[in-house]
């Protein structure tokens, strides 16, 4: 995407052709003056309806807004040329921070007294920072000497702010979507200065007051609130604010609260020149985020219309993530995930089961489908955890939203191929390709144009060290394959292969793994909810029924999807929750599959039945535990612990007690040969983390 400064004899028709083509309006200024962000496969000049040039003579306002736009580009090439400032923290010394209800008692105590007398606003106007916002830009210049704005001091206020919203405009991205559409007020008032005023309303009143009446509006807060109400109203947007700008005195150079935020020019010592990054941080606290830097007293609690805790403030440390940059914090220009879903562009609370995997020997990928129907990913970077929206990754940032759990697997060791059944019943992959997060369609690749829509989630896994094979139920219920055959994807239907014809349809999502490194077994529950199998023996597709084997004969009917091992290199236990809700585990045990109800072994006896499928994992080559969500909703672990298999409640372990329940099936992975990571969406929509840290079971809560 490029970004140019158009101009339009009918913005409608302009935005239309805009948008047909994929291209956004971030700013519009005026009616005919507007920001656009444009694809780069587009020639900008073949636009009929807009013109990087102006089409007729500009009235003041738009020559203004075209002036301004033009000092924020000199100035953006000037920044690229020279050696940029280190951003310091709002708290700095020698710095004032912005202030907001949240971080300043005599606000939040001024701010409540005056709500309480409102009237209603009949909707809420800042809810969250996506779609089309209003922003009513009002500079109040005073007569009294010294509180006058030049003209040049009137232009670098519409730059700053202007610099300010292109940033959150295309920090959004497409999901967020954010266009503001400015409605500017320059005013001039003869108010006398009050340099005693002692509180925000007593200095604020000076200048807003006669602004707001000059505009047709009541004075106080009120004032503000029909103002924005109005403006949302007129210019037919998602939301609206408004902002002040002024040389009076105020109680405080920059705050932010309700419908309104308040700025001194001088900007304190940041200087006019940053108004940019201030105006920018009070916009996000006027769509709820919250401050993170020390002297804001802020706190892990929630924030936002999402409720999504705090946890880049530096005074957070036992949310189990580490900190990053973000311009809640220091005057940064970038937003961090907390603060992104706090505005509404993000929800990392959990929509669906989580899947881990080890990634390179010492990191971790924790992938899940999020509120948003996004692909949210809390990894384990060697020394922290840290979350990551990999859907609203530039390079991702056309991947469509999920309609199922994702899966991930490692590739040739440097590679990930997170890959989930998208809201089009495709298969679509976000994979990391060594240097990046990209996304693909494997479903529209050339070579597997033909693959069937899904109607379940895939199960992916290598083979071979350089092969892939991705499995899922297709809208047939066959058991259809993607596969990476080491140059290109290709696609087969496996239900149809020859020597695999009399597979039944499938009744469930099909898992698969690779055994003694040329073999591979894909087993699913089928529509007589048996186990089918459809393996890989080293050179055919072959099929049998594991159910009607006859040394597994007595093996009940399953009741969910079956998990499968590879254990101590040739052999594999297949678990299943069954009919009786029992975990049944038909396992090759080196010459024959047979058959164990794991519940009922003597030392499993008091096993409590499954509410969900199990996970099962090899652990330090010659142990297994076997994971599930039983019926009380807490964390069962049958493991076979060398000579046994043995039960314990993980919910229950006295280092695990305040794990919450679960309200999802768990995943469970080995980590650096001695360690298990064990992870669940909990009945607070979060994800718990049940781990064994070499020596005990403990429980870290990743509070999204």
Not at 24 to 40: G, I
């Amino acid at each position: 995407m490029k970004t140019y400064l158009m101009f339009t004899k009918n913005f409608d028709k302009a935005l239309a052709e805009i948008e047909k083509i994929g291209g956004h309006v971030t700013q519009k200024f005026t009616d005919s003056v507007f920001v656009v962000n444009h694809p780069d496969s587009q020639a900008i000049d073949s636009l009929k309806h807009s013109s990087t040039k102006p089409l007729e003579k500009l009235d003041d306002l738009s020559a203004l807004m075209v002036k301004s736009w033009e000092g924020f580009i000199s100035k953006q090439d000037k920044q690229l040329k020279e050696v940029q400032e280190k951003p310091v923290s709002w708290d700095t010394k020698g710095f004032q921070h912005p202030k907001n209800p949240d971080n300043d008692e005599q606000l939040r105590i001024e701010f409540e007294a005056i709500k309480k007398n409102l009237k209603s606003t009949g909707t809420p106007t800042s809810e969250k920072m996506t779609g089309s916002i209003a922003l009513g830009l009002i500079i109040v210049s005073g007569t009294p000497s010294g509180l006058e704005f030049s003209v040049a001091e009137n232009q670098l206020v519409v730059q700053e702010v202007m610099e300010g919203c292109q940033f959150l405009a295309t920090a959004g991205g497409v999901n967020a979507s954010i266009s503001f559409v400015y409605d500017v007020h320059l005013l001039s008032i003869n108010a006398i200065p009050n340099p005693s005023c002692n509180s925000y309303e007593s200095c604020e009143s000076v200048f807003r007051d006669p602004a707001l009446q000059q505009l047709g509006y009541s004075t106080g807060y009120q004032g503000c609130v029909s103002f924005v109400t109005d403006l949302k109203a007129n210019k037919m947007t998602d939301w609206a604010y408004v902002a002040f700008f002024t040389k009076y005195p105020m109680n405080h150079f920059a705050y932010a609260g309700g419908v309104r935020l308040c700025m001194q020019y001088a900007n304190d010592g940041w200087g006019p020149q940053r108004i940019n990054q201030v105006f920018a941080h009070e916009t996000c606290h006027i769509f709820g985020a919250a401050d993170e830097y020390g002297k804001s007293n802020c706190s892990c609690n929630v924030s936002g219309i999402n409720n999504v805790p705090n946890n880049n403030c530096v005074n957070c440390n036992n949310s189990g993530f580490g900190h990053v940059p973000c311009l809640m914090n220091q005057n940064d220009l970038v937003i961090c995930p907390w603060t992104m879903g706090q505005i509404g562009w993000i929800n990392p609370l959990a929509n669906g089961n989580p899947c881990i995997v080890e990634f390179g020997n010492n990191y971790l990928h924790l992938v899940y489908r999020d509120k948003n129907n996004q692909i949210s990913d809390i990894n384990w970077n060697g020394s922290a955890w840290v979350y990551q929206n990999l859907s609203t990754t530039p390079s991702v940032i056309n991947a469509p939203a999920a309609n199922g759990d994702p899966r991930i697997v490692e590739f040739e060791n440097n590679y990930l191929h997170l890959v989930y059944r998208d809201v089009n019943n495709q298969i679509s992959d976000i994979n990391w390709n060594g240097s990046a997060w990209v996304y693909q369609n494997l479903s529209t690749t050339p070579s597997v144009i033909n693959a069937p829509a899904a109607n379940g989630d895939p199960c992916i896994v290598e083979f071979e060290n350089n092969y892939l094979h991705l499995v899922y139920r297709d809208v047939n219920n066959q058991i259809s394959d993607i596969n990476w055959n080491g140059s290109a994807w290709v696609y087969q239907n496996l239900s149809t292969t020859p020597s695999v014809i009399n597979a039944p349809a499938a009744n469930g999502d099909p898992c698969i793994v690779e055994f003694e490194n040329n073999y591979l077994h894909l087993v699913y529950r089928d529509v007589n909810n048996q186990i089918s199998d459809i393996n890989w023996n080293g050179s055919a597709w072959v099929y049998q029924n594991l159910s009607t084997t006859p040394s597994v004969i007595n093996a009940p009917l399953a009741n969910g999807d079956p998990c499968i091992v590879e254990f101590e290199n040739n052999y594999l236990h297949l678990v299943y929750r069954d009919v009786n809700n029992q975990i049944s585990d038909i396992n090759w045990n080196g010459s024959a599959w047979v058959y164990q109800n794991l519940s009922t072994t003597p030392s499993v006896i008091n096993a409590p039945l499954a509410n969900g499928d199990p996970c099962i994992v090899e652990f330090e080559n010659n142990y297994l535990h076997l994971v599930y969500r039983d019926v009380n909703n807490q964390i069962s672990d049958i493991n076979w612990n060398g000579s046994a298999w043995v039960y314990q409640n993980l919910s229950t372990t006295p280092s695990v007690i305040n794990a919450p329940l679960a309200n999802g099936n768990p995943c469970i992975v080995e980590f650096e040969n001695n360690y298990l990571h064990l992870v669940y969406r909990d009945v607070n929509n979060q994800i718990s983390n049940i781990n064994w840290n070499g020596s005990a079971w403990v429980y870290q809560k990743f509070n999204v």
